[in-house]
């Protein structure tokens, strides 16, 4: 029951004023799960290679666009660290901590080579990588003038934001790329508190109606529970034209986890247990020329 004390803790975080400082002060101090360190580092800078390889052009004079970037900005770095030039970065919250982007920094220089050391602030990445960090701003109504993005990334973001917000995101971002521009997005369809305790399923939030899930699902920490037929279907609504798409599961053992648990009503009806079963989902899709 590792993952109700979680919640149940992050759930209480989300409704006061200083929450999302509170929570990362325990995710730093008390859970010690940042910063994430070397192997967290490398896998987001393989990530950043899978995405470059689907912008599939040199990007030294491209404007990328990412929402939802994050505490340590390892993702944006690690663009930087490869050859972006331009990138503007969105967050719903002021989310970033200079101490974790420094130490993101001093990891890359590692893996890459000389970046110029740690920054002074965030407004420093704009000099140094061409990074301009807009936070608070929301991504479904960015501001942004259209046509100006080259191409949007996200990664193990958008499973965290509700259903009808995600659905703005996209037309958001269809409305920011300039023709033929595209997105590359990285979505991990699991039950993420199965990440902190091992006692749970990967789909293990697949048995709980809607109503029971909100008492649990928090803010700080929310998942959609959008399985991969739902993120195809937002997409293709945005207007957005699908050029790859990647679903990854289920495992062996996936099926018969799915094929022992009580599924909610939601999930019993409406999709295929392989559809259910996906875990990981990598997609490209564009603008129409």
């Given at each position: 029951?590792?993952?109700?004390?979680?919640?149940?803790?992050?759930?209480?975080?989300?409704?006061?004023?200083?929450?999302?400082?509170?929570?990362?002060?325990?995710?730093?101090?008390?859970?010690?799960?940042?910063?994430?360190?070397?192997?967290?580092?490398?896998?987001?800078?393989?990530?950043?290679?899978?995405?470059?390889?689907?912008?599939?052009?040199?990007?030294?004079?491209?404007?990328?666009?990412?929402?939802?970037?994050?505490?340590?900005?390892?993702?944006?770095?690690?663009?930087?660290?490869?050859?972006?030039?331009?990138?503007?970065?969105?967050?719903?919250?002021?989310?970033?901590?200079?101490?974790?982007?420094?130490?993101?920094?001093?990891?890359?220089?590692?893996?890459?080579?000389?970046?110029?050391?740690?920054?002074?602030?965030?407004?420093?990445?704009?000099?140094?990588?061409?990074?301009?960090?807009?936070?608070?701003?929301?991504?479904?109504?960015?501001?942004?003038?259209?046509?100006?993005?080259?191409?949007?990334?996200?990664?193990?973001?958008?499973?965290?934001?509700?259903?009808?917000?995600?659905?703005?995101?996209?037309?958001?971002?269809?409305?920011?790329?300039?023709?033929?521009?595209?997105?590359?997005?990285?979505?991990?369809?699991?039950?993420?508190?199965?990440?902190?305790?091992?006692?749970?399923?990967?789909?293990?939030?697949?048995?709980?109606?809607?109503?029971?899930?909100?008492?649990?699902?928090?803010?700080?920490?929310?998942?959609?529970?959008?399985?991969?037929?739902?993120?195809?279907?937002?997409?293709?609504?945005?207007?957005?034209?699908?050029?790859?798409w990647t679903p990854s599961g289920p495992s062996p053992e996936g099926l018969p986890e799915l094929e022992r648990m009580e599924l909610a009503p939601r999930f019993r009806d409406g999709y295929t247990a392989e559809e259910l079963g996906v875990t990981v989902l990598s997609f490209v899709a564009r603008r129409p020329a």
């Amino acid at each position: 029951m590792r993952w109700v004390a979680k919640a149940a803790l992050q759930r209480g975080l989300g409704v006061l004023p200083q929450g999302e400082r509170l929570n990362y002060l325990f995710q730093r101090h008390v859970a010690r799960s940042l910063p994430g360190g070397e192997p967290v580092v490398k896998r987001k800078l393989a990530r950043a290679r899978q995405h470059l390889e689907a912008f599939g052009r040199p990007a030294e004079d491209a404007v990328f666009y990412e929402f939802g970037a994050g505490w340590d900005l390892a993702i944006p770095l690690s663009y930087a660290a490869l050859g972006v030039g331009r990138q503007v970065l969105v967050d719903i919250r002021p989310s970033a901590r200079i101490e974790l982007v420094n130490e993101t920094i001093a990891l890359l220089e590692r893996e890459v080579g000389p970046l110029g050391g740690p920054v002074s602030s965030l407004s420093a990445l704009e000099e140094r990588f061409g990074i301009v960090y807009l936070a608070p701003r929301d991504a479904r109504a960015t501001g942004l003038e259209g046509e100006s993005i080259d191409f949007v990334t996200s990664t193990d973001v958008c499973e965290h934001i509700p259903e009808d917000d995600l659905a703005q995101i996209f037309r958001e971002c269809k409305r920011l790329l300039r023709p033929g521009g595209a997105i590359s997005c990285r979505i991990d369809l699991q039950d993420h508190y199965a990440y902190f305790d091992p006692g749970l399923s990967r789909y293990h939030f697949l048995r709980f109606s809607d109503r029971a899930w909100r008492l649990v699902n928090s803010p700080l920490h929310f998942q959609n529970r959008l399985r991969e037929p739902d993120y195809r279907r937002l997409v293709e609504q945005s207007g957005l034209e699908i050029v790859s798409w990647t679903p990854s599961g289920p495992s062996p053992e996936g099926l018969p986890e799915l094929e022992r648990m009580e599924l909610a009503p939601r999930f019993r009806d409406g999709y295929t247990a392989e559809e259910l079963g996906v875990t990981v989902l990598s997609f490209v899709a564009r603008r129409p020329a």
